[in-house]
């Protein structure tokens, strides 16, 4: 199978290039195991990845246009010659590794942790399954930073609006019956970057390898600020 | 040279559970804590584990947690440090409460306390009842967790060195250790941090294996520093094998789904395990199903084409449960072996999961070197905690749910340890450049140029050797043709050259130091399992079928000089309670 890969190694490279290379694949082979192929191949090729299960987030690249993880993406599927790329829109440090600092960043500014104020019992804090059945579909992120580079939004202000993951994870709080620090996760989402510059384009849903919602999450924050706000 | 250099109080290499809950304590307590990862925080392998975390809290059964230790201690084959034991499972339930208030979002019962499931080798009442002692977030425990860890870092303030390599211990001259040499992956460049105390949780080695359910970057790299150190490793040919892989490709089918109700089948639709476990059946620990499962393959009672592997069923237990209790390990099953597990049976065979031996500590987390009289000597300013240490709680064989428990209990104890002593030690100890040459040697060994074999050709031919020689099943013959091969492999390393020379976000780099790692561990692996003479847990012998209590109840220590192998006895006395004497392990 055919594969041309973007190719950049700033110690050596002036310019960003594709490389083409052939890899022969066997049953059941992932774009990963094809990338790692490629590394046998050439050493001096860099990717991320490392649990190769789609659960530790490593591996996200964009593919024939598409941004998806490498390792649960069989390459039968992909369309030959396969193109492979790093996630859109984030400054490339080298090969498919690109700097996810601003997608960090944006995450820890929703403040991604339970607020609990109450004084806490010996025992768990009581939830109810009809309100931990709440958080399925959005704990479950493994930040791989598939949505939030296939953005048009985050493309455009990376460091003013929040993008699709820290707000997935944002709503993970919000719709948390022990978290209380609804009025102030709210208010900081206020002004018309950091949630308003969501305009439902739904690139992050059809992106996202666990199939969340994002788009879906962001709607249930602007309905929460309203009713707050009435 | 000059080395870009940094100091903090506290210096943790690794963030996964153990990492992060140590990390947590300490700044918490407004201490300078840096944590160096090789990965960004939440992509360490705990994000991985599946089933769950054990503790007592009795929510679906009575329970308590010296039942909870008692399973503990017949599960490692009364290899377990009984102290240690006891210390984990009364740990275990303030940890898992703290752990929920936290934010873990467990799954949930009608009264809302946390869900529980049963687990392989849990009992109630010594060895009476299935116990359900198994705590989850769906099948999903470990990611729910670590993502908790770390966002509850983030709130702390947390100092993250993200993508730096840990490339050795800085130690002096009187043995205490100084920090660590660590290198920065996307510049390249090397950074020296200094801390008054360093804490090694740096994981597993599974990728010593060529199938395992292990990660990428688990390679031991923790391990191996404290080999070079002058630390040994104890235990580590006690490795355990997970029953339910995912056939041909190691991907891990949590032991949840037997605990939900799932069960194992030969080619003939046999319910195999009710005749090598008639109680506990598909429940026994890992090390009893691990081996039925090759024994029926073996004899030729295996499934499919080649005949190489068994069926989990699971279908009969419905799509509501698959749906609510299994949903990862369904799409796993989907991408990885084409099967939906509502509608057909899972193929599965044991697959490279979890060491149980690691880097000797006490229950509070310092590093100690034990000697053959049963003293140990702490070695001062390092400390140890998850998978990569070895307290020993898990013995010959770790029970599944367990494992979450340790890196959690002790990486907090570690924590805590940490704080109390940063209040006698405000001082660093001095570093002189001579002691800083040999890590910086580690590096400049792979600027050496010219023709040579490759990393990936040596890593895959040790891999190789590990698999067919260190295995399920050893007989000294197929143990001594190993110690020779891994011997071969080492002299092999000095060969190897590395033919990108760059310095930006150089891979291979990495790949050829953690190569280095593995093979370290990998000798300590073999020459461990050739010198025991018995079959215990997950050591199984042919040539020693039974376990030996009158000459192996002790446990393994490897040191590198010399490659030597030591022994210490098993700490049999608990702390509180009455010793759980050797018993036959029938489940």
Known sequence: MKFFVYRYNPDVDTAPHMQEYDVEVTRGMMLRDALMEIKRQDESFAFRHSCGEGVCGSDAVNANGKNMLGCTTPVVELKEPVNVRPLPGRPVIRDLVVDMSQFYQQYRAVKPYLIHKDPLPEQEILQSP????????LYECIMCGCCSTS????????????????????WRFLADSRDQATEERLDDLEGPYKLFRCHTIMNCVESCPKSLNPTKAIGKIKELMLKHSI | MTLARRRFDALIIGAGGAGLNAALQLANANLRVAVVSKVFPTRSHTVAAQGGVNAALANVFEDNWHWHMFDTVKGSDYLGDQDAIEFMCREAIPTVYELEHNGVPFSRLDNGRIYQRAFGGQSQNFGGAQAARTCAAADRTGHAILHTLYQQNIRARTHFFDEYFGVDLIRDDDGAILGALTLEIETGEPLLIEAKTTLLATGGCGQVFRTTSNAHINTGDGMA?????GVPLMDMEFFQFHPTGISGRGMLITEGVRGEGGYLVNKDGERFM???APNAKDLASRDVVARAIVTEVKEGRGCGPNADHVLLKVDHLGEDIIAKRLPGIRESSQIFAGVDPAVEPIPVFPTAHYVMGGIPTDR???VVIPSSDGSEEIVPGL??????????????????????LDIL???RAAG?????????SPEHRPMSDAIIEKAVSRLSRWEQEGEGISVRELRDEFRKVMEDHAGVFRTDEIMSEGVEKVKAVREKLKDVRLGDQSKVFNTARIEALELENLIDIGMSIVLSALERKESRGAHSRPDYTERDDVNWLKHSVYFQEGDRLDYKPVQTKPLTVETFPPKPRVY
């Open chain 2, 274 to 276: 009710e005749r090598y």
């Open chain 1, 130 to 137: 009809e309100d931990r059945d709440k958080l399925d579909g």
């Open chain 2, 409 to 411: 209990v002790f990486g």
């Open chain 1, 151 to 170: 953005c048009p939004s985050f493309w455009w202000n990376p460091d003013k609006f929040h993008g699709p993951q820290a707000l997935l994870q944002a």
């Open chain 2, 225 to 229: 520093m404290a080999l070079r150190a």
């Open chain 2, 383 to 404: 400390y140890a905690a998850g998978e990569c240490a070895c307290v020993s709680v898990h013995g010959a064989n770790r029970l599944g749910g367990n494992s979450l």
């Open chain 2, 416 to 424: 805590q340890q940490i704080i109390d002593h940063l209040k006698d």
């Open chain 2, 364 to 366: 509070l987390g310092h």
